[in-house]
T-cell receptor, first 114, second 115 residues
Framework: DQQVKQNSPSLSVQEGRISILNCDYTNSMFDYFLWYKKYPAEGPTFLIS?????DKNEDGRFTVFLNKSAKHLSLHIVPSQPGDSAVYFCAASQGGGATNKLIFGTGTLLAVQP | DAMVIQNPRYQVTQFGKPVTLSCSQT?????MYWYQQKSSQAPKLLFHYYDKDFNNEADTPDNFQSRRPNTSFCFLDIRSPGLGDAAMYLCATSREGGAAKNIQYFGAGTRLSVL
């Protein structure tokens, strides 16, 4: 049973427009959410995160929105650039100890067309 | 630059022949993780080390073992690889405690093929 779901395997956007990547989760105990970006032949790299006590976090062109009642988060990229083309993974964690386990979604391949 | 390095990047082994994948880090993080990622699937945590304390996931097969001889290195041993073990294996590290424990830093991965 997948606790973190990314239902769109791929997304294509024109350069300069907004990219919106979506993620749903089922476990209401998750208290921290992250987005990772992965280029081919590289490992995932951390992009942006949000704690469950917030509903928005912004970092430059990247904004993550969290809707706890809907168990949904989204990543907005504005404006989208060709260099943003990559696979984006949503991940969630549940706190409580010194270490944390991340539960990942299956990823969304974003293609930004010049 | 501080980083997480996995060797080799590609590994081919024969069915049933033991194989070891390695991971090293210069971040001096206490926690190291091993994930398995199959094609079009989410990375799945196999186990992690908090310092020398080993934490196995309940559904990780006994065929998978790990060693962490020191802070910098961690190894994944697959004792008898089956065809179903062909996957990308990702190593990651993180700090302990606070919000920092949530952010993991990944290596580029080792793609394992089993013939």
């Amino acid at each position: 049973d997948q606790q973190v779901k990314q239902n769109s395997p791929s997304l294509s956007v024109q350069e300069g427009r907004i990219s919106i990547l979506n993620c749903d989760y089922t476990n209401s105990m998750f208290d921290y959410f992250l987005w990772y970006k992965k280029y081919p032949a590289e490992g995932p790299t951390f992009l942006i995160s949000i704690s469950s006590i917030k509903d928005k976090n912004e970092d430059g062109r990247f904004t993550v929105f969290l809707n706890k009642s809907a168990k949904h988060l989204s990543l907005h990229i504005v404006p989208s650039q060709p260099g943003d083309s990559a696979v984006y993974f949503c991940a969630a964690s549940q706190g409580g100890g010194a270490t944390n386990k991340l539960i990942f979604g299956t990823g969304t391949l974003l293609a930004v067309q010049p | 630059d501080a980083m997480v390095i996995q060797n080799p990047r590609y590994q081919v082994t024969q069915f049933g022949k033991p194989v070891t994948l390695s991971c090293s880090q210069t971040l001096n993080h206490n926690v190291m993780y091993w994930y398995q990622q199959k094609s079009s699937q989410a990375p799945k945590l196999l186990f992690h080390y908090y310092d020398k304390d080993f934490n196995n996931e309940a559904d990780t097969p006994d065929n998978f073992q790990s060693r962490r001889p020191n802070t910098s290195f961690c190894f994944l041993d697959i004792r008898s690889p089956g065809l179903g073990d062909a996957a990308m294996y990702l190593c990651a590290t993180s700090r302990e405690g606070g919000a920092a424990k949530n952010i993991q830093y990944f290596g580029a991965g080792t793609r394992l093929s089993v013939l």
